[in-house]
């Protein structure tokens, strides 16, 4: 009994399922596309992949090259079920395609699973990070979601076809030479050879057939995962130093969408006039952490016997201080229209906005 168990261990077992993982799309621009390497993501969901699935055997980069390269085709030309064809192209049983993205303010890895024999999509898991190393250290976890699927049910190679080799054609004996008799023996009739029989013709391997190409999954960002900054609403508490006029005073400011693209500020300001302000902040640069706005203003003062119009442009400087609270400081220049006629002044501000 343990002889057959030992000849049954030392029997070799057969191979696990072929998977292919393409070079994984960038959808980033500029500076971010630079920071965020597709190529070292897709290195590490093929060494993930590997250490999920016993047995699985998963091409290596330049395999993949050198099988496309023979069939004239580039694998950064093809898309959606494009990828699948792809897929059969190399052999495999399984293909792993991603894009990389960013939405709000985190990155994001959209991986897709498909069975190539039948073109299905096994299962879509998403990597998301704030930064970079966020995203690297959230693959782990995304690529075992991926993989649940063919754990649950492993997928069986595909049988290869051979066909079987062609039968040596039979040849017949020579007839037994007939009795010599006396006192003539009768000639010898000379075996001919049996013809050659050709070989059947190999068995044709049946053609899969033409599958529609599968259309991309869409992505559906969940509640979770849009940034609470983008639609927040806070209220700027600061002061305002007008060195022209040397008057200080304080403002305070309901703000909608604290770090988003786009804020509205509405409240009252003390400096350089007590009055109520409205102005808008466009953001023109910024990072996770910090914002770059010009914001054009308007001020009207009703409370100096007879009103004061003004407004005018400054530039707003935002800072994230904590998880709900920024830093603001601006830079203004504003001109105003009163009974004492028109003049300018500049504004320096500086003040702290708790949000939602």
Not at 50 to 72: A, H
Not at 278 to 283: K, N, Q, Y
Request: hydrophobic share 40%.
């Amino acid at each position: 009994m343990l002889a057959l168990l030992a000849i049954l261990a030392a029997a070799p077992q057969p191979p696990g399922p072929l998977m292919a993982v393409l070079e994984f799309r960038s959808k980033l621009k500029g500076v971010e596309r630079e920071q965020v390497d597709a190529a070292y993501l897709t290195d590490v969901v093929r060494s993930a992949a590997l250490k999920q699935i016993g047995g699985l055997r998963v091409m290596t980069r330049e395999n993949m090259l050198v099988l496309l390269q023979g069939s004239g085709k580039k694998a950064e030309d093809c898309e959606g079920g494009c990828e699948v064809e792809t897929g059969r192209l190399l052999g495999a049983d399984l293909v792993i395609t991603g894009d990389v993205l960013k939405f709000g303010s985190a990155y994001k890895l959209n991986l897709r699973l498909h069975e190539t024999r039948d073109g299905r999509l096994l299962s879509g898991s998403q990597a998301s990070g704030r930064t970079v190393d966020e995203l690297d250290q959230s693959l782990q976890a995304a690529v075992a979601d991926l993989l649940a699927p063919v754990k649950a049910a492993p997928i069986v190679p595909a049988p290869v076809v051979v066909a079987p080799p062609p039968k040596p054609a039979e040849q017949k004996p020579p007839p037994p030479k007939p009795a010599e008799q006396k006192p003539q023996p009768p000639p010898q009739k000379v075996a001919e050879p049996a013809p050659q029989q050709k070989p059947p013709p190999p068995a044709k391997q049946p053609e899969p057939a033409p599958k529609k190409a599968e259309a991309e999954v869409p992505y559906i960002a969940t509640e979770s995962e849009v940034p609470r900054e983008s639609k927040g609403i806070g209220l700027y508490l600061g002061a305002t130093v007008d060195p022209a006029g040397k008057t200080i005073g304080g403002q305070a400011s309901l703000v909608f969408g604290t770090q988003g693209p786009w804020a509205l500020l509405v409240g009252a300001a003390i400096s350089p006039h007590p009055g109520f302000r409205l102005s808008v902040a466009g953001r023109i640069a910024g990072g996770d952490t910090w914002a770059l706005a010009i914001e054009p203003r308007f001020l009207y003062s009703p409370f100096s016997g007879s009103s004061v119009v003004g407004g005018g442009v400054g530039l707003r400087y935002s800072m994230r201080a904590g998880r709900w609270i920024n830093l603001i400081a601006s830079a203004a220049g504003e001109g105003y229209h009163g009974p004492d006629g028109t003049f300018f002044a500049p504004l320096l501000s500086i003040g702290l906005e708790p949000h939602l």
